[in-house]
């Protein structure tokens, strides 16, 4: 049971290129989450999915899409990257049930933008 | 802004001492989770509270919730210093988990 996964570990980009972060899970997680974790500001929500098919804005969606076209994957884009987006990226998902909301977390992707 | 704001930031304490971290919010919750993060790593759940419990515990640690202060607390008993981490708040409503900054907890041996 790997639980979340989330591809690549590490990454360094320049500014405006574009890249895909991709996270799985395989726990049947009706929610999924994207976060980012920056020194001092704790992490903040990017994207959420509360189901195949959708996804909403969160605190700071800015500059990144997200899909989820199959239930088990959430994917993370930056179209045009830029230094300001030089962050941890952290994966979740959850189950739906109240009081059943604990999310588990993927390991987290470093990217670097120069 | 953040639903979630811990206090205090940084915590320095020795084995064996108790920890306490306060976590306040804004908005209603369906529930209230408290998360460690070791440095360098995902973050791992500790424990849920439900918006209709007031206290909960769980070996070592021990959550309390105040709904009307929108308020809630995170006591690590005995600490060890495997206890050294970040510990976050979070807050849950209709699919949204959001985080506090966190506290920083140091246990020194």
């Known amino acids: 049971n790997a639980g979340v996964t989330q591809t690549p570990k590490f990454r360094v980009l320049k500014t405006g290129q574009s890249m895909t972060l991709l996270c799985a899970q395989d726990?049947?997680?009706?929610?999924m989450y994207w976060y980012r974790q920056d020194p001092g500001m704790g992490l903040r929500l990017i994207h959420y999915?509360?189901?195949?098919?959708?996804?909403a804005k969160g605190e700071v969606p800015d500059g990144y899409n997200v899909s989820r076209l199959k239930k088990q994957n959430f994917l993370l884009g930056l179209e045009s990257a830029a230094p300001s987006q030089t962050s941890v990226y952290f994966c979740?998902?959850?189950?739906?049930?109240?009081?059943?909301?604990?999310?588990?977390f993927g390991q987290g992707t470093r990217l670097t933008v120069v | 802004s953040q639903q979630g704001e811990e206090d205090p930031q940084a915590l320095s304490i020795q084995e064996g001492e108790n920890a306490t971290m306060n976590c306040s919010y804004k908005?209603?919750?369906?529930?209230l989770q408290w998360y460690r993060q070791n440095s360098g790593r995902g973050l791992v759940h500790l424990i849920l509270i439900r918006s209709n419990e007031r206290e909960k515990h769980s070996g070592r640690l021990r959550v309390t919730l105040d709904t009307s202060k929108k308020s809630s607390s995170l006591l690590i008993t005995a600490s060890r210093a495997a206890d050294t981490a970040s510990y976050f708040c979070?807050?849950?409503?209709?699919?949204?988990?959001?985080f506090g900054q966190g506290t920083t907890l140091q246990v020194k041996p």
């Open positions: 999915s509360v189901g195949e098919g959708t996804t």
């Open positions: 979740a998902s959850s189950l739906t049930l109240v009081g059943r909301t604990e999310a588990f």
């Open positions: 726990m049947n997680h009706e929610y």
């Open positions: 979070a807050t849950h409503n209709t699919g949204k988990l959001i």
């Open positions: 908005t209603s919750i369906n529930n």
